[in-house]
């Protein structure tokens, strides 16, 4: 993970280098999942509820407001698991792994700024969500709410600015994101065979009416289906989160001369293979 | 950073993940500390309870707009 002075990673330097840490940090992302499924159900039921109230669903708004604000209070958990999982990100790359329980522990400004960050992007989201077009342009803000949450400055104001900041490289991001969408796409499949399978498995083993698993399974189920877009988003998500954090830093290292920094570590690395 | 002042990198602290000369980073410090006061925090518990309330209207609003549009 480190690029020669004046050279920015590519769009597939940033996916290499965020498997690179997920794959470092396997407990934290089983937190993160924890703590975000039922934020992410709730958000899921919510929305195919909507769709089966269909033109009835204007009516339905003291139906949807406790629902609205649980999905809301359940996020909050889902943001801390979002910094955790930072966190672990950060301290794969440069220092030593901290005890058991200690690396759940979030600093309290941290949260604070990723909390704000996260609730101001969310609400623009919803804003902007009827035009269908302008939604998948905020996507990156919601998580670069989380990323830059760590190293927004001191003030919890700085974290909407910085959120913003990470559209510096817009061409390398929207290109990055093209290929998460690619990849949700493909771990929605993945899922949907894998639920499947479990279900036949099911009516084999337990002799269960295979009619009923079918039309539960089936695409035309509006809780289905948000249910597996909400599981395949949330296999996607360390990736993403990853991937947002390199592409963070790798700004960052351009205005700090991190990168000098790398440079001259990468050159002494050199310097001493050279001499072994 | 802050600054603009060049600084090897044997003097350079690094904080956060960006390298500051020592003024800076106590300047730096300095802030995090006088911010995390009692008054900060009632003040951001303020903005975000307000905007917790806000965006459950709003993400209510738009749940029923959406559906309405399937």
Same mark, same amino acid.
């Given at each position: 993970?480190?690029?020669? =002075?004046?050279?920015?990673?590519?769009?597939?330097?940033?996916?290499?280098?965020?498997?690179?840490?997920?794959?470092?940090?396997?407990?934290?992302?089983?937190?993160?999942?924890?703590?975000?499924?039922?934020?992410?159900?709730?958000?899921?039921?919510?929305?195919?509820?909507?769709?089966?109230?269909?033109?009835?669903?204007?009516?339905?708004?003291?139906?949807?407001?406790?629902?609205?604000?649980?999905?809301?209070?359940?996020?909050?958990?889902?943001?801390?698991? =979002?910094?955790?999982?930072?966190?672990?990100?950060?301290?794969?790359?440069?220092?030593?792994?901290?005890?058991?329980?200690?690396?759940?522990?979030?600093?309290?400004?941290?949260?604070?700024?990723?909390?704000?960050?996260?609730?101001?992007?969310?609400?623009?989201?919803?804003?902007?969500?009827?035009?269908?077009?302008?939604?998948p342009?905020?996507l990156?803000?919601?998580?670069?709410?989380?990323? @830059?949450?760590?190293?927004?400055?001191?003030?919890?104001?700085?974290?909407?600015?910085?959120?913003?900041?990470?559209?510096? =490289?817009?061409?390398?991001?929207?290109?990055v994101h093209g290929l998460l969408l690619l990849g949700w796409l493909v771990?929605?499949?993945?899922?949907?065979?894998? @639920?499947?399978?479990?279900?036949?498995?099911?009516?084999?083993?337990?002799?269960?009416?295979?009619?009923?698993?079918?039309?539960?399974?089936?695409?035309?189920?509006?809780?289905?289906?948000?249910?597996?877009?909400?599981?395949?988003?949330?296999?996607i998500?360390?990736?993403?989160?990853? @991937?947002?954090?390199?592409?963070?830093?790798?700004?960052?290292?351009?205005?700090?001369?991190?990168?000098?920094?790398?440079?001259?570590?990468?050159?002494?690395?050199?310097?001493?293979?050279?001499?072994? | 950073?802050?600054?603009?002042?060049?600084?090897?990198?044997?003097? /350079?602290?690094?904080?956060?993940?960006?390298?500051?000369?020592?003024?800076?980073?106590?300047?730096?410090?300095?802030? /995090?500390?006088?911010?995390?006061?009692?008054?900060?925090?009632?003040?951001? /518990?303020?903005?975000?309870?307000?905007?917790?309330?806000?965006?459950?209207?709003?993400?209510?609003?738009?749940?029923?707009?959406?559906?309405?549009?399937?």
């Amino acid at each position: 993970m480190s690029w020669r =002075r004046g050279e920015e990673p590519g769009t597939l330097d940033l996916l290499d280098d965020g498997v690179e840490l997920m794959t470092r940090s396997w407990s934290a992302v089983g937190v993160l999942w924890v703590l975000a499924l039922p934020a992410r159900a709730a958000l899921a039921l919510l929305l195919a509820l909507a769709v089966k109230l269909g033109e009835l669903s204007e009516l339905a708004g003291p139906t949807f407001l406790p629902r609205s604000y649980l999905v809301l209070v359940l996020g909050i958990a889902t943001v801390h698991g =979002r910094l955790v999982l930072l966190q672990a990100y950060r301290r794969a790359r440069t220092g030593p792994a901290p005890a058991r329980w200690s690396s759940l522990r979030v600093p309290p400004g941290d949260l604070a700024r990723g909390l704000l960050a996260t609730l101001v992007v969310f609400l623009l989201l919803c804003v902007i969500s009827p035009t269908l077009v302008l939604p998948p342009f905020l996507l990156p803000a919601l998580g670069l709410a989380s990323v @830059v949450a760590a190293g927004a400055g001191p003030g919890w104001r700085h974290a909407i600015p910085a959120t913003f900041a990470g559209y510096a =490289r817009p061409g390398r991001l929207a290109a990055v994101h093209g290929l998460l969408l690619l990849g949700w796409l493909v771990a929605t499949l993945n899922l949907h065979l894998l @639920v499947t399978l479990g279900a036949e498995a099911v009516v084999q083993l337990f002799s269960v009416d295979p009619a009923g698993w079918v039309a539960r399974l089936s695409f035309r189920n509006p809780d289905y289906v948000a249910l597996l877009l909400a599981g395949s988003s949330l296999c996607i998500e360390p990736l993403w989160l990853a @991937v947002l954090a390199v592409h963070r830093d790798a700004l960052r290292a351009r205005s700090s001369g991190e990168d000098l920094r790398w440079w001259f570590e990468e050159l002494r690395r050199q310097e001493r293979r050279e001499a072994a | 950073m802050r600054c603009r002042k060049v600084v090897c990198q044997e003097c /350079a602290l690094t904080w956060e993940g960006v390298n500051h000369c020592r003024p800076c980073l106590e300047e730096v410090r300095g802030q /995090a500390r006088r911010r995390s006061s009692w008054w900060a925090w009632s003040a951001w /518990a303020v903005v975000l309870a307000g905007l917790f309330l806000v965006t459950g209207l709003v993400l209510t609003w738009a749940t029923a707009l959406w559906g309405n549009r399937w």
